[in-house]
């Protein structure tokens, strides 16, 4: 059967890349047109004149709305894996892991205000994975970085506030796993394992909240399913076939949930 993986990651990659030139062409018409001056129900904020900042999106006595506003927001992600492989053991018997999801990152959004109802975004980030519990004779990473493409849907809750749900494709690329124990520990070592770009999926539940005119507050839930396959390997510097690996680490199980906040700027 063939690999539908590229097929997918190239898929995402088209779809990051219509968010991202919707939410330009977005930009250069406002920036090109006046804004019209009739209210429309998808547009309930009074229009901007030309010269003027941004209509605030909170409007006294009217819920929440983000239609054709630009979003840029900066985020933070903080996770669990759902899936974690033994690395060693502690003097006192606890078994030190490393996890293929969660960890720490960070990233930015590029999103567009479709509706009342539904956002397009666009996220560039990465996210680092370490050893746990940590230890002194040992250090352990997992990186990646990602090209996500999510479809949200909002509930208006009221004037400065909305639920913003979503479901999305992700390209996850440069997985590298990076693990050193002291030499003097049995079986210790330098080992690296490169693993190939992927594909994965995602769904997302946020709150978001106005702070200030178009100041915006995102904090929400990511919850994501991949699977990364080993490509290369190395121990000590020196090369290595793939199928010397253990089977948890030649197909490494990326699933995790994320703590997302961020600060976005609409326009």
């Known amino acids: ?15 990051f890349i219509l968010v991202v030139s919707s939410v330009g062409t977005a930009f250069a018409q406002t920036e090109g047109q006046a804004a019209p001056t009739i209210k429309t129900e998808e547009q309930a904020a009074p229009a901007a004149q030309p010269g003027e900042p941004p209509a605030p999106v909170v409007q006294p006595g009217e819920p929440l709305n983000t ?57 560039l980030g990465f996210q680092v994975s370490g050893l746990y519990p940590a230890v002194e004779n040992a250090t352990g990473t997992f990186g990646r970085t990602f090209l996500l493409a999510t479809v949200k849907y909002k509930i208006p809750l009221r004037e400065n506030l909305q ?9 996850y690329m440069g997985g590298k796993l990076d693990i050193d124990i002291d030499q003097g520990i049995l079986n210790g070592g330098h080992r690296i394992v490169d693993y190939k770009n992927t594909t994965g999926f995602h769904a997302t539940g ?18 994501y399913k991949v699977d990364y396959k080993a490509d290369t390997t190395t121990f000590n510097g020196i090369s290595q076939p793939v199928s ?12 995790g949930v994320d703590i997302t906040v961020g600060l976005g700027v609409l326009f």
């Open 1 to 15: 059967m063939k690999d539908r993986k590229p097929q997918v990651g190239m898929l995402t990659i088209i779809l």
């Open 67 to 123: 239609a054709n506003k630009l979003r840029l927001q900066l985020e933070g992600y903080l996770g669990v894996g759902l899936d974690a492989n033994k690395v060693g053991t502690t003097t006192g018997g606890e078994d030190v892991k490393i996890s293929g999801g969660g960890g720490f990152g960070g990233g930015a959004t590029l999103g567009y205000g479709l509706s009342r109802s539904v956002d397009i975004d666009g996220t």
């Open 163 to 171: 639920w913003k749900f979503g479901v999305g494709v992700g390209y």
């Open 206 to 223: 946020e709150l978001d909240i106005a702070l200030q005119r178009n100041l915006m507050l995102a904090v929400g839930l990511k919850y």
């Open 244 to 255: 010397s690996l253990p089977s948890e680490y030649r197909d490494l199980k990326g699933d």
